[in-house]
């Protein structure tokens, strides 16, 4: 994330008569949720015999949390957004400005965990453990090799306890010309495709 500050920090240095920026910041994917739930699958979940089912992470779900927004929906805000700008430029409303395209609500990591209880019919809970718990889990964070990866990547969890990812806008919705999609209705379709 702090390379994405650091070119908004630098955009806006840059603003002048003759140069101007739009900072399109969007929401974190629904369809994303596994990289912040160790690489939960609804899948491997729904055709499980276990009733009960935990997610390990480093944090204790509480607190602040994420306003999940449906890909495709955050995608065509953003054709909108162009779409406006193209039209009038010398007037467009995102001129030298950020805007943040979010889904409609926060929600906690344990609020997201039982969606997927919901949808699955199943218990699925959240327990924090430590960061060296967490990266000894197969498949979490970068997928890859590296503990060290996957130590950076759990620094995540820190921006969601300080609210960086819960931000929750109307632009989404109001560019849309229509309510989001909600965070189950996407899990839902998720799991059926």
Do not use: C
Not at 61 to 83: M, N, P, Q, V, Y
Request: net charge negative; proline share 3%; no cysteine.
């Amino acid at each position: 994330m702090l390379a994405h500050l650091d070119t908004e920090a630098y955009l806006e240095s840059l603003a002048s008569p003759t140069f101007s920026y739009t900072i399109v910041r969007q929401g974190l994917y629904s369809e994303s949720f596994p990289v912040y739930t160790s690489n939960f699958d609804l899948k491997q979940a729904s055709s499980s015999s276990e009733s009960s089912l935990i997610i390990r992470i480093p944090l204790d779900g509480a607190g602040r949390g994420i306003s999940w927004a449906k890909r495709d929906e955050l995608g065509e805000a953003t054709a909108r957004l162009l779409k406006e700008y193209a039209m009038d430029p010398s007037s467009f409303r995102f001129n030298n400005k950020l805007i943040i395209l979010s889904g409609p609500k926060e929600y906690t990591l344990n609020e997201t965990a039982e969606v997927f209880s919901k949808v699955l019919g199943k218990d699925v809970k959240i327990q924090q453990v430590t960061v060296d718990e967490y990266v000894d889990q197969a498949g979490v964070g970068y997928r890859s090799d590296s503990t060290e990866l996957d130590r950076l990547w759990a620094t995540a969890f820190e921006g969601i306890r300080q609210g960086e990812a819960g931000s929750v806008t109307g632009y989404l919705g109001e560019l849309l010309e229509r309510e989001p999609e909600d965070f189950e209705t996407t899990i839902r379709g998720m799991l059926k495709d």
